[in-house]
Protein backbone atom coordinates (compact mmCIF):
# COMPACT_ATOMS: atom_id res chain seq x y z
CA UNK A 1 0.00 0.00 0.00
CA UNK A 2 1.13 4.04 -0.67
CA UNK A 3 1.81 5.47 1.98
CA UNK A 4 2.16 9.22 2.87
CA UNK A 5 5.53 11.10 3.77
CA UNK A 6 4.71 10.16 7.39
CA UNK A 7 4.45 6.39 6.86
CA UNK A 8 0.79 6.64 7.04
CA UNK A 9 -1.27 4.16 4.82
CA UNK A 10 -3.15 5.90 1.68
CA UNK A 11 -6.30 4.15 0.18
CA UNK A 12 -4.84 5.14 -3.24
CA UNK A 13 -3.38 2.77 -5.71
CA UNK A 14 -2.35 5.62 -8.00
CA UNK A 15 1.84 6.79 -7.54
CA UNK A 16 1.02 10.34 -9.23
CA UNK A 17 -1.97 10.97 -7.04
CA UNK A 18 0.06 9.87 -3.85
CA UNK A 19 2.36 12.33 -4.67
CA UNK A 20 0.36 15.04 -5.48
CA UNK A 21 -1.25 14.71 -2.61
CA UNK A 22 1.62 15.17 0.05
CA UNK A 23 3.03 17.90 -2.28
CA UNK A 24 -0.55 19.37 -1.38
CA UNK A 25 0.03 18.53 2.23
CA UNK A 26 3.59 19.94 2.34
CA UNK A 27 2.49 23.09 1.11
CA UNK A 28 -0.19 23.65 3.29
CA UNK A 29 2.45 22.73 6.46
CA UNK A 30 4.57 25.11 5.10
CA UNK A 31 2.13 28.03 4.59
CA UNK A 32 2.89 28.16 0.89
CA UNK A 33 0.51 28.45 -2.32
CA UNK A 34 -0.67 25.94 -4.44
CA UNK A 35 -1.52 23.17 -2.51
CA UNK A 36 -5.07 23.73 -4.01
CA UNK A 37 -3.80 23.02 -7.18
CA UNK A 38 -2.06 19.91 -5.82
CA UNK A 39 -5.03 18.27 -4.62
CA UNK A 40 -6.42 18.89 -7.69
CA UNK A 41 -4.05 17.17 -9.54
CA UNK A 42 -4.42 13.80 -6.63
CA UNK A 43 -8.07 14.09 -7.47
CA UNK A 44 -7.62 13.90 -11.10
CA UNK A 45 -5.29 11.02 -10.76
CA UNK A 46 -7.55 8.90 -8.87
CA UNK A 47 -11.23 10.70 -8.20
CA UNK A 48 -12.08 8.18 -5.88
CA UNK A 49 -9.33 9.28 -3.08
CA UNK A 50 -10.89 10.96 -0.42
CA UNK A 51 -8.34 12.48 1.73
CA UNK A 52 -7.56 14.46 -1.13
CA UNK A 53 -10.56 16.03 -1.40
CA UNK A 54 -10.55 16.92 2.19
CA UNK A 55 -6.91 18.31 1.66
CA UNK A 56 -8.86 20.55 -1.31
CA UNK A 57 -11.52 21.69 1.34
CA UNK A 58 -8.71 22.60 3.96
CA UNK A 59 -7.00 24.68 1.01
CA UNK A 60 -10.34 26.02 0.55
CA UNK A 61 -11.17 26.87 3.81
CA UNK A 62 -7.98 28.62 4.38
CA UNK A 63 -8.65 30.92 0.98
CA UNK A 64 -12.31 31.55 2.27
CA UNK A 65 -13.84 29.84 -0.56
CA UNK A 66 -16.38 27.93 1.93
CA UNK A 67 -18.57 26.48 -0.53
CA UNK A 68 -15.80 25.09 -2.49
CA UNK A 69 -14.77 23.81 1.31
CA UNK A 70 -18.07 22.52 1.44
CA UNK A 71 -18.57 20.96 -1.30
CA UNK A 72 -15.23 19.17 -1.40
CA UNK A 73 -16.25 17.83 2.36
CA UNK A 74 -19.20 16.58 1.05
CA UNK A 75 -17.01 14.93 -1.61
CA UNK A 76 -14.47 13.20 0.64
CA UNK A 77 -17.78 11.93 2.90
CA UNK A 78 -19.80 9.87 0.38
CA UNK A 79 -16.62 8.55 -0.53
CA UNK A 80 -15.74 7.41 3.34
CA UNK A 81 -16.39 3.98 2.61
CA UNK A 82 -13.34 3.00 0.59
CA UNK A 83 -11.36 4.94 3.26
CA UNK A 84 -9.04 3.43 5.99
CA UNK A 85 -9.89 4.03 10.10
CA UNK A 86 -7.00 6.80 9.81
CA UNK A 87 -8.77 8.02 6.99
CA UNK A 88 -12.39 8.24 8.17
CA UNK A 89 -11.25 9.56 11.83
CA UNK A 90 -9.42 12.21 9.30
CA UNK A 91 -11.77 13.01 7.80
CA UNK A 92 -14.36 13.57 10.46
CA UNK A 93 -11.93 15.91 12.17
CA UNK A 94 -12.49 18.37 9.40
CA UNK A 95 -15.83 17.78 9.54
CA UNK A 96 -16.10 18.84 12.74
CA UNK A 97 -13.72 21.94 11.86
CA UNK A 98 -15.70 23.08 8.99
CA UNK A 99 -18.74 22.86 10.91
CA UNK A 100 -17.32 25.55 13.23
CA UNK A 101 -17.20 23.52 15.89
CA UNK A 102 -13.84 23.78 17.81
CA UNK A 103 -14.31 22.08 21.24
CA UNK A 104 -15.58 18.93 19.48
CA UNK A 105 -12.82 19.29 17.06
CA UNK A 106 -9.88 19.56 18.99
CA UNK A 107 -11.50 16.86 21.12
CA UNK A 108 -11.40 14.46 18.35
CA UNK A 109 -7.84 15.77 17.38
CA UNK A 110 -6.42 14.63 20.75
CA UNK A 111 -8.23 11.17 20.09
CA UNK A 112 -6.98 10.87 16.47
CA UNK A 113 -3.16 11.51 17.59
CA UNK A 114 -3.48 8.89 19.97
CA UNK A 115 -3.32 6.30 17.79
CA UNK A 116 -2.13 7.94 14.71
CA UNK A 117 0.42 10.32 15.99
CA UNK A 118 2.39 11.39 12.83
CA UNK A 119 -1.01 12.60 11.13
CA UNK A 120 0.83 15.92 10.67
CA UNK A 121 -2.24 17.38 8.61
CA UNK A 122 -4.58 16.47 11.35
CA UNK A 123 -1.51 17.44 14.17
CA UNK A 124 -1.42 21.22 12.19
CA UNK A 125 -5.19 22.53 13.59
CA UNK A 126 -3.79 22.42 16.73
CA UNK A 127 0.62 22.37 17.01
CA UNK A 128 0.51 26.26 17.30
CA UNK A 129 -0.57 29.85 19.03
CA UNK A 130 -3.52 30.18 15.98
CA UNK A 131 -4.51 26.71 16.24
CA UNK A 132 -7.45 25.24 18.24
CA UNK A 133 -5.63 25.04 21.83
CA UNK A 134 -3.88 28.61 21.04
CA UNK A 135 -7.41 29.78 20.87
CA UNK A 136 -9.27 28.51 23.17
CA UNK A 137 -9.41 31.18 25.02
CA UNK A 138 -8.84 28.45 28.30
CA UNK A 139 -6.60 29.21 30.99
CA UNK A 140 -3.18 27.28 30.82
CA UNK A 141 -3.43 27.06 26.95
CA UNK A 142 0.28 28.20 26.39
CA UNK A 143 1.42 25.48 29.14
CA UNK A 144 -1.28 22.86 27.81
CA UNK A 145 0.22 23.40 24.49
CA UNK A 146 3.35 22.53 25.00
CA UNK A 147 2.43 19.65 27.27
CA UNK A 148 0.24 18.39 23.64
CA UNK A 149 3.60 18.74 21.44
CA UNK A 150 5.71 17.17 24.24
CA UNK A 151 3.96 13.77 24.21
CA UNK A 152 4.23 13.56 20.60
CA UNK A 153 8.06 14.49 20.22
CA UNK A 154 8.89 11.36 20.34
CA UNK A 155 7.13 10.49 17.10
CA UNK A 156 8.48 13.09 15.10
CA UNK A 157 12.13 12.82 16.24
CA UNK A 158 14.28 15.75 14.28
CA UNK A 159 11.48 16.33 11.40
CA UNK A 160 11.41 20.08 10.24
CA UNK A 161 8.24 20.16 10.58
CA UNK A 162 7.39 19.04 14.07
CA UNK A 163 10.19 21.19 15.19
CA UNK A 164 9.16 24.30 14.54
CA UNK A 165 6.43 23.83 16.35
CA UNK A 166 7.42 22.60 18.88
CA UNK A 167 10.14 24.99 19.16
CA UNK A 168 7.91 27.89 19.08
CA UNK A 169 6.14 26.28 21.59
CA UNK A 170 8.98 26.11 24.08
CA UNK A 171 9.86 29.71 23.32
CA UNK A 172 6.21 30.64 23.96
CA UNK A 173 6.81 29.86 27.49
CA UNK A 174 10.57 31.64 28.14
CA UNK A 175 12.20 27.98 27.64
CA UNK A 176 14.74 29.77 24.64
CA UNK A 177 17.79 28.16 24.55
CA UNK A 178 15.77 24.60 23.98
CA UNK A 179 14.03 26.01 21.25
CA UNK A 180 16.59 27.44 19.04
CA UNK A 181 18.56 23.97 18.39
CA UNK A 182 15.27 22.79 16.65
CA UNK A 183 13.91 25.49 14.88
CA UNK A 184 17.30 26.19 13.33
CA UNK A 185 17.27 22.98 12.33
CA UNK A 186 13.74 23.06 10.81
CA UNK A 187 14.94 25.84 8.53
CA UNK A 188 18.25 24.56 7.85
CA UNK A 189 16.47 21.27 6.40
CA UNK A 190 13.60 23.07 4.56
CA UNK A 191 14.41 26.81 4.16
CA UNK A 192 11.13 27.31 2.33
CA UNK A 193 8.76 26.76 5.34
CA UNK A 194 7.22 29.95 6.30
CA UNK A 195 6.43 28.51 9.59
CA UNK A 196 9.42 27.94 10.44
CA UNK A 197 10.56 31.15 9.13
CA UNK A 198 7.51 32.86 11.68
CA UNK A 199 8.71 30.45 14.97
CA UNK A 200 12.74 32.06 14.65
CA UNK A 201 10.63 35.45 14.15
CA UNK A 202 9.24 35.07 17.14
CA UNK A 203 12.06 33.21 19.27
CA UNK A 204 14.26 37.02 18.12
CA UNK A 205 11.37 38.75 19.67
CA UNK A 206 11.58 37.10 22.82
CA UNK A 207 15.19 36.72 22.94
CA UNK A 208 15.54 40.42 22.34
CA UNK A 209 17.66 39.73 19.03
CA UNK A 210 15.94 42.85 17.36
CA UNK A 211 18.60 43.06 14.68
CA UNK A 212 18.91 39.38 14.40
CA UNK A 213 15.17 39.19 13.47
CA UNK A 214 15.72 42.38 10.86
CA UNK A 215 18.53 41.09 9.20
CA UNK A 216 16.74 37.08 9.15
CA UNK A 217 13.56 38.50 7.35
CA UNK A 218 15.08 41.22 5.07
CA UNK A 219 16.89 37.89 3.36
CA UNK A 220 14.05 35.23 3.86
CA UNK A 221 10.92 37.11 2.74
CA UNK A 222 11.89 38.08 -0.76
CA UNK A 223 12.09 34.31 -1.35
CA UNK A 224 8.60 33.93 -0.11
CA UNK A 225 5.58 33.55 -2.20
CA UNK A 226 3.29 37.02 -1.69
CA UNK A 227 0.40 34.33 -2.20
CA UNK A 228 1.09 32.60 0.90
CA UNK A 229 -1.05 32.86 4.06
CA UNK A 230 2.15 34.18 6.52
CA UNK A 231 3.55 36.94 4.24
CA UNK A 232 1.48 39.65 5.04
CA UNK A 233 2.21 38.43 8.88
CA UNK A 234 6.00 38.12 8.83
CA UNK A 235 5.72 41.33 7.50
CA UNK A 236 4.05 42.63 10.35
CA UNK A 237 6.92 40.93 12.38
CA UNK A 238 9.68 43.05 10.19
CA UNK A 239 7.87 46.21 10.54
CA UNK A 240 7.22 45.51 14.47
CA UNK A 241 10.77 44.89 15.01
CA UNK A 242 11.64 48.30 12.84
CA UNK A 243 9.74 49.96 14.98
CA UNK A 244 11.13 49.15 17.86
CA UNK A 245 14.21 49.78 16.16
CA UNK A 246 13.00 53.38 15.61
CA UNK A 247 12.23 52.61 11.80
CA UNK A 248 8.81 54.19 11.72
CA UNK A 249 9.08 55.36 8.27
CA UNK A 250 10.42 51.46 7.46
CA UNK A 251 7.46 49.58 9.04
CA UNK A 252 5.03 51.72 7.38
CA UNK A 253 6.52 51.10 4.37
CA UNK A 254 5.82 47.81 5.14
CA UNK A 255 2.19 48.21 6.69
CA UNK A 256 1.45 49.85 2.91
CA UNK A 257 2.87 47.63 0.42
CA UNK A 258 2.81 43.81 2.51
CA UNK A 259 0.28 43.41 5.61
CA UNK A 260 -2.44 46.07 5.18
CA UNK A 261 -2.24 46.08 1.10
CA UNK A 262 -5.14 45.41 -0.61
CA UNK A 263 -3.41 42.47 -2.18
CA UNK A 264 -3.16 40.59 0.56
CA UNK A 265 -3.79 37.33 0.89
CA UNK A 266 -3.44 36.06 4.04
CA UNK A 267 -6.13 35.32 6.55
CA UNK A 268 -8.80 37.75 6.96
CA UNK A 269 -8.73 38.34 10.76
CA UNK A 270 -4.67 38.47 10.54
CA UNK A 271 -4.46 41.09 8.19
CA UNK A 272 -7.54 43.49 11.00
CA UNK A 273 -5.07 41.92 13.70
CA UNK A 274 -1.84 42.91 12.39
CA UNK A 275 -2.88 46.37 10.61
CA UNK A 276 -4.72 47.59 13.91
CA UNK A 277 -1.88 46.78 16.19
CA UNK A 278 0.87 48.42 14.48
CA UNK A 279 -1.04 51.60 14.22
CA UNK A 280 -1.61 51.72 17.78
CA UNK A 281 1.92 50.62 18.81
CA UNK A 282 3.38 53.04 16.50
CA UNK A 283 1.00 55.44 18.12
CA UNK A 284 1.99 54.54 21.84
CA UNK A 285 5.45 55.30 20.79
CA UNK A 286 4.59 59.00 20.38
CA UNK A 287 4.60 58.80 16.41
CA UNK A 288 0.89 60.54 14.90
CA UNK A 289 -2.11 59.74 14.13
CA UNK A 290 -3.35 58.49 10.50
CA UNK A 291 -6.78 59.22 10.95
CA UNK A 292 -7.56 58.11 6.93
CA UNK A 293 -5.33 54.38 7.95
CA UNK A 294 -7.85 53.83 10.64
CA UNK A 295 -11.04 54.74 8.45
CA UNK A 296 -9.76 52.56 6.09
CA UNK A 297 -9.20 49.53 8.56
CA UNK A 298 -12.71 50.39 10.28
CA UNK A 299 -14.23 49.85 7.00
CA UNK A 300 -12.30 46.27 6.28
CA UNK A 301 -13.69 45.30 9.79
CA UNK A 302 -17.35 46.20 9.03
CA UNK A 303 -16.82 44.26 5.62
CA UNK A 304 -15.19 41.27 6.89
CA UNK A 305 -15.61 40.16 10.17
CA UNK A 306 -19.40 41.47 11.14
CA UNK A 307 -19.80 39.28 13.96
CA UNK A 308 -18.18 38.07 16.46
CA UNK A 309 -16.24 34.79 17.36
CA UNK A 310 -12.41 34.85 17.57
CA UNK A 311 -10.77 36.45 20.51
CA UNK A 312 -7.98 37.49 18.98
CA UNK A 313 -9.79 39.17 15.92
CA UNK A 314 -12.28 39.77 17.96
CA UNK A 315 -9.91 42.76 20.25
CA UNK A 316 -8.73 43.72 17.58
CA UNK A 317 -11.55 45.03 16.01
CA UNK A 318 -12.91 46.37 19.38
CA UNK A 319 -9.37 48.35 19.04
CA UNK A 320 -10.33 49.88 15.51
CA UNK A 321 -13.33 51.22 16.76
CA UNK A 322 -11.62 52.58 19.50
CA UNK A 323 -8.91 54.43 17.96
CA UNK A 324 -11.88 55.44 15.46
CA UNK A 325 -13.82 57.08 18.34
CA UNK A 326 -16.95 54.78 16.81
CA UNK A 327 -18.63 54.40 20.54
CA UNK A 328 -21.75 52.71 18.89
CA UNK A 329 -20.00 50.25 16.53
CA UNK A 330 -18.04 49.54 20.28
CA UNK A 331 -20.66 49.09 22.52
CA UNK A 332 -22.68 47.25 20.00
CA UNK A 333 -19.55 45.01 19.48
CA UNK A 334 -19.02 44.40 23.11
CA UNK A 335 -22.72 43.63 23.64
CA UNK A 336 -22.32 41.01 21.00
CA UNK A 337 -19.47 39.04 22.79
CA UNK A 338 -21.38 39.38 25.87
CA UNK A 339 -23.94 37.62 24.80
CA UNK A 340 -22.17 34.76 23.31
CA UNK A 341 -20.70 35.00 26.58
CA UNK A 342 -23.87 34.25 28.77
CA UNK A 343 -24.77 31.77 26.26
CA UNK A 344 -21.69 30.10 27.28
CA UNK A 345 -20.19 29.57 23.58
CA UNK A 346 -17.27 32.48 24.04
CA UNK A 347 -14.62 30.43 26.05
CA UNK A 348 -12.51 33.94 27.54
CA UNK A 349 -15.65 35.12 28.87
CA UNK A 350 -15.49 38.78 29.50
CA UNK A 351 -12.01 39.63 29.07
CA UNK A 352 -12.31 40.51 25.30
CA UNK A 353 -15.03 42.88 26.75
CA UNK A 354 -12.73 44.30 29.34
CA UNK A 355 -9.93 44.65 27.13
CA UNK A 356 -11.81 46.64 24.56
CA UNK A 357 -13.38 49.29 27.02
CA UNK A 358 -9.92 49.42 28.12
CA UNK A 359 -8.29 50.70 25.17
CA UNK A 360 -11.38 52.97 24.24
CA UNK A 361 -10.89 54.31 27.87
CA UNK A 362 -7.17 55.11 27.04
CA UNK A 363 -8.51 56.55 23.85
CA UNK A 364 -10.40 59.12 25.23
CA UNK A 365 -8.01 60.12 28.24
CA UNK A 366 -9.75 58.33 30.97
CA UNK A 367 -6.17 56.42 32.00
CA UNK A 368 -7.70 55.16 35.59
CA UNK A 369 -10.56 53.54 34.37
CA UNK A 370 -8.04 52.08 31.09
CA UNK A 371 -5.64 50.94 34.41
CA UNK A 372 -8.03 49.76 36.37
CA UNK A 373 -9.83 47.54 33.60
CA UNK A 374 -6.16 46.03 32.14
CA UNK A 375 -4.97 45.39 35.64
CA UNK A 376 -7.59 43.29 36.35
CA UNK A 377 -7.30 41.15 32.83
CA UNK A 378 -3.51 41.34 33.07
CA UNK A 379 -2.75 37.74 34.75
CA UNK A 380 -5.48 36.08 32.65
CA UNK A 381 -3.81 38.01 29.29
CA UNK A 382 -3.27 34.49 27.45
CA UNK A 383 -6.60 33.55 27.23
CA UNK A 384 -7.37 36.70 24.61
CA UNK A 385 -4.99 34.83 21.98
CA UNK A 386 -2.10 35.27 20.02
CA UNK A 387 1.31 35.01 21.04
CA UNK A 388 3.20 37.03 23.68
CA UNK A 389 4.13 38.89 21.14
CA UNK A 390 0.79 39.76 20.14
CA UNK A 391 -0.23 40.24 23.77
CA UNK A 392 2.26 42.42 24.34
CA UNK A 393 -0.13 45.32 23.17
CA UNK A 394 -2.37 45.48 25.90
CA UNK A 395 1.01 45.71 28.43
CA UNK A 396 2.30 48.55 25.88
CA UNK A 397 -0.92 50.15 26.74
CA UNK A 398 -0.81 49.94 30.73
CA UNK A 399 2.28 51.11 30.49
CA UNK A 400 1.41 54.48 28.69
CA UNK A 401 -1.47 54.65 30.56
CA UNK A 402 0.55 54.73 34.02
CA UNK A 403 3.04 57.53 33.04
CA UNK A 404 0.11 59.73 31.24
CA UNK A 405 -1.69 59.15 34.86
CA UNK A 406 1.70 60.11 36.32
CA UNK A 407 1.96 56.84 38.15
CA UNK A 408 5.48 56.40 37.17
CA UNK A 409 6.31 53.99 40.09
CA UNK A 410 3.63 51.53 38.73
CA UNK A 411 4.95 52.25 35.29
CA UNK A 412 8.66 51.47 36.34
CA UNK A 413 7.09 48.03 38.02
CA UNK A 414 5.65 46.88 35.16
CA UNK A 415 8.65 47.41 33.22
CA UNK A 416 10.82 45.54 35.74
CA UNK A 417 8.96 42.61 35.68
CA UNK A 418 8.68 42.25 32.35
CA UNK A 419 10.61 39.13 29.89
CA UNK A 420 13.59 40.45 29.33
CA UNK A 421 14.24 39.78 26.16
CA UNK A 422 11.08 42.02 24.75
CA UNK A 423 11.65 44.49 27.50
CA UNK A 424 11.81 47.60 25.51
CA UNK A 425 8.60 48.32 24.42
CA UNK A 426 8.42 51.71 23.32
CA UNK A 427 6.05 53.64 24.51
CA UNK A 428 6.01 57.77 24.53
CA UNK A 429 7.71 59.03 28.17
CA UNK A 430 8.99 55.77 29.23
CA UNK A 431 12.53 57.18 29.50
CA UNK A 432 11.24 59.68 32.44
CA UNK A 433 9.71 57.25 34.63
Known amino acids: MLTDRYGLPLSTTSATARDAYVE??????????????AFERAIAADPAFALAHIGK??????AGKLDAMRESLATATSLGEGSTAR?????????????????????????HVQTWPRDALVLSLAANQ????????????????????????PHYGEDWWFEAHHGMAL?????????????????????????????????????GEQDAGIAFLRDWLPDYDRGGGLFGHLNWHLGLFELHAGNLEGGLRLYNDAF??????????????????????SELAGHPRDPARWAKLKDYAREKLPRPGMSLADWHVGLTYAATGDDAALDGWVKAIEELASAGRYPSGSLIPTVTRAFAAHQRGDHATAIELIEAILPERERIGGSRAQGDLVEATLLQAYLAAGRADEAR?????????????????KGSA
Open 260 to 281: CADDHRGAIHQKLSDSAAFLWR
Open 57 to 62: ARAAQL
Open 24 to 37: GVDLLLTVYPGAAN
Open 413 to 429: ELAGRRRAGPAGLPVTG
Open 130 to 153: GGLIGMSGLPGREQDLMDFLDGLA
Open 87 to 111: ELSHIEVFRRLFAGLAVAALAAIRT
Open 171 to 207: SEIGRHDEARPGIERSLAKYRLNAYAAHAFAHLCYET
